[in-house]
């Protein structure tokens, strides 16, 4: 079964400054697709970035990019000119190319505080 | 367009009671899944359905939850009896085919079980 771990519970960046997210994951499948997920105070579920494992080139989005590194199975989120809107909970997350197992695996999650 | 909705937003009651949580997925969506948030587990699925029809239902707790999805545009999970432990929020998202397109997610129920 595939896992995704987060190991930095909580980070902090002053406003205005990049701030980058760890995710590793473990899976032996070669095809798969990646995801980062925000969870602000309203608890809402938004998607911020995803990558398909297939391409090389790393994904971004207006002011979020992933560094992404497939042999390492590392996956991880770059906010450049962070805002205070951008506080909130981090989820990385799996996805399974397999039929009926396309399910997403989360990671537990990383808080983000933007120091004004 | 909609997003996916769900209802009840909260959700308050006595343990040993039924608890109906709702969804209704994004029109044209025919993948849709239920997961659970806790402190303790984080977000976890629960089961997911394909053109109406369960695929994965392994992260069921047991037998007192049951999901079902009478049609296209609608589905349910159901708790009964329910417990103090199944307090969380429960999450219902839905998603456009298999691949690569992202699960867009309802706000969510927080269920607490007194």
């Known amino acids: 079964a595939q896992t995704v771990t987060q190991s930095q519970p909580e980070m902090s960046v002053q406003e205005a400054e990049t701030v980058t997210l760890s995710c590793t994951y473990d899976t032996s499948e070669s095809d798969y697709y990646l995801f980062w997920y925000k969870q602000p105070p309203s608890r809402q579920m938004i998607l911020v970035i995803r990558?398909?494992?297939?391409?090389?080139q790393n994904a971004t989005e207006n002011r979020f990019s992933v560094n992404f590194q497939k042999a390492a199975k590392s996956f991880s989120l770059k906010i450049s000119d962070s805002q205070l809107g951008d506080a909130a909970m981090y989820f990385c997350?799996?996805?399974?190319?397999?039929?009926?197992?396309?399910?997403?695996?989360f990671g537990q999650g990383t808080r983000l505080t933007i120091n004004p | 367009d909609a997003g996916v909705i769900q209802s009840p937003r909260h959700e308050v009651t006595e343990m040993g009671q039924e608890v109906t949580l709702r969804c209704k997925p994004i029109s044209g969506h025919n993948s849709l899944f239920w997961y659970r948030q806790t402190m303790m587990r984080g977000l976890e699925l629960l089961i997911y359905?394909?053109?109406?029809?369960?695929?994965?239902d392994s992260g069921m707790p047991e037998d007192r939850f049951s999901a079902k999805m009478p049609n296209a545009s609608f589905s349910t999970l159901k708790i009964q009896p329910s417990e103090p432990r199944d307090s969380a929020v429960y999450f219902c998202a839905s998603s456009r085919g298999a691949g690569n397109q992202p699960q867009h997610f309802g706000d969510g129920t927080r269920l607490s079980i007194l």
């Open positions: 359905f394909n053109n109406n029809v369960p695929i994965d």
């Open positions: 997350a799996y996805r399974s190319v397999v039929l009926g197992a396309q399910k997403l695996v």
């Open positions: 990558q398909e494992a297939y391409k090389q």
